[in-house]
């Protein structure tokens, strides 16, 4: 899973205004949500794309061989980490988010609109996968979460139907996924644009007014050095 990073108020009220949790500054936590979700939509393709050879070779079967479950298992076993995965970087992303908004005070419009994207996000995912998995004959509760994910996926193994069934909607799912994972990946891209534009308006802001009093102070010396 991904892991979540918190930024707080810099105790010492420095010009930056962060401090680091992990050694992650607001940009350096925007840069890691980036990266990640980059290697996360890579991660899915190539195993919807090895799921969907192994489709490709048994599409004339009703069940699956056993000597080929291995490979499906490991397949599947990846995809149920991958999903947890994205799931977790959506949860960071708000959390950056909520982080940016307490801190900065960033616009609120363009990120209201990021924030419902990312939630909206998840329950997409769920409501499909779940509506995928029934479609299959699969109970969608045996899937609530990934320890449950993986046992049931062992019990399914137990025979050919259960096999089938499962890479089946596997298959089904990473196919989801990687149109997911596009989406997802636009929605971080756009939003932490949004928050960098607003940080970076705050910076010259900032700079402005320490310009300002700098020029104020220095005609105050000058006015009084002409006494």
Not at 10 to 23: F, H, L, P, W, Y
Not at 36 to 60: G, H, P, R
Not at 93 to 110: E, K, M, R, V
């Amino acid at each position: 899973m991904v892991c979540l990073v918190v930024l707080t108020l810099n105790a010492q009220g420095g010009s930056g205004g962060i401090s680091s949790i992990a050694g992650a500054t607001l940009p350096e936590q925007m840069l890691q949500e980036a990266t990640a979700v980059n290697q996360l939509s890579e991660a899915v393709t190539q195993t919807a794309q090895q799921l969907q050879l192994i489709t490709n070779q048994v599409k004339n079967l009703t069940t699956l061989p056993q000597q080929l479950w291995p490979n499906v298992s490991g397949q599947l076993t990846q995809l149920v980490n991958l999903m947890g995965s994205a799931q977790g970087l959506t949860y960071s992303a708000l959390n950056t988010l909520d982080s940016a908004h307490s801190i900065y005070g960033l616009p609120s419009a363009p990120l209201q609109q990021y924030s419902s994207h990312l939630q909206q996000w998840t329950t997409n995912l769920l409501s499909q996968t779940s509506s995928l998995l029934n479609q299959y004959g699969l109970e969608s509760n045996q899937f609530a979460n990934e320890q449950l994910s993986l046992s049931s996926i062992q019990d399914l193994s137990q025979n050919a139907v259960g096999r089938m069934q499962v890479l089946q909607a596997g298959n089904q799912i990473s196919g989801l996924l990687v149109n997911q994972m596009q989406l997802l990946r636009q929605d971080i891209m756009g939003g932490n644009q949004v928050m960098m534009n607003a940080l970076a308006t705050e910076a010259n802001r900032q700079q402005q007014d320490r310009n300002n009093g700098e020029a104020w102070i220095n005609s105050n010396n000058q006015y009084n050095s002409s006494y």
